[in-house]
């Protein structure tokens, strides 16, 4: 699919931001390791959360989806063997925390995806799951999909490397279940917001475990069971960043229904970010109000959120003076290396953009209509899409199809609040 934007200098209206990704993967599969029937409203429905729920159906688990809703009768901790590849799409969190789970069976299977997943590095997950008792490998020998794993997990001790946050809840997942208790020591601590949002999972779940505030160490007792549950699944922070920054660049009065400022979610620090560099954005009864002004530069520390950067990215480009965002190395072993990927294609745009090691300086920047390239990111194509809006000319963007990830109906999303896009795909174009 490929989309055209145009610059847009208003934009109005209501937008009811999607369910949150990580908390639907995480709701899917504690629900598939419960006792019982879980029933989990307002879920995410989109290829990422589709990829978990079919390796779940593998597992073992009956699931029914209706609308947004999904009703799970668990396997009660015991994964089935599945006994074909568990195909994790484009999901890294799904590929992850799948990892921790199929080391709980006795059996051997494989977990693989498309191209863009097989470019993620796992091995730190491995060492630490094969300490603890499994025998993960990577088939083609570079440390990434697809892997091959045979459990049995028994607890112990383990260490891991913090790169990816979905190590840490891997483990933290899948360890309760475990024989003997486990002590995990984890160095290079990123993105702890989503460490957080499993703790309070697993909190919720009342299973027992023990943690340094900083997340350096944990103890986790074994022999404990996941419990079914009833859950209504918040809005998703990091897809309300692309509407939010919207907002901030152009002369627009939007209101943001749907999220929840007291949900763990670290990515509502996107209105912390932007406010710092001086957007109008209040809270109002159920959601927030953007009204576009003039922004200033900042520097921002994205360490905690580095699903923001592209997004974060674009408000740069529009900001007054040089925006600098850092201490996020971790967003080039997202989808695509986002920071080399960002760099490249605002640059086709005419933006004033520096690459750095951790991150990206910006520099406010006259945008000119360009073709980029998605790279069947999905955050990259949104984040493009609002360069496109404060942009000279004609912006087309390709592989635009990828917003189904975590976004399905973004496009016509920003259509109703008077975006200037047109959809163009195989058998159909839209305006």
Known sequence: MKITVYKTTHLKGNVLIPSSKSHTIRAVIISSLADGVSEIENALISSDTTAAVEACRSLGAEISVSGNKLTIRGFNGVPQNPSKTLDMANSGTSLNLILGIVSLGNFETVLDGDESLRSRPVNPLLDALNRLGAKGESVLNNGKPPIKIRGKIKGGMTKVDGMSSQFVSSLLISTPLCENDTEIDVFNIHETPYIDMTITWLKEQNIRFDYKKDFSWFRVYGKQTYKHFKKRIPGDWSSAAFPIVAGAITGSDIFIAGVDVNDVQGDKA????????????????????????????ADIDLNATPDAL?????????AK?????????????????????MTGELRKMGADVKELKDGLVLKRSSLRGAKVNGHYDHRVVMALSLAGLIAEGETEIDTAESVNVTFPGYCEMMQKIEAKINIEEEGYAGK
């Open 321 to 341: 003076g040089e925006t600098k965002l850092y201490n996020v190395a971790q967003a080039r072993i997202k989808e695509t290396d986002r920071i080399k990927v």
């Open 270 to 297: 996107i209105v912390e970010y932007l406010r710092k560099m001086g957007a109008d954005i209040t809270m109002e009864q159920n959601g927030l109000r953007i009204r576009g002004c003039p922004l200033k530069g």
């Open 310 to 318: 592209p997004a974060m990215a674009v408000a740069g480009c529009f």
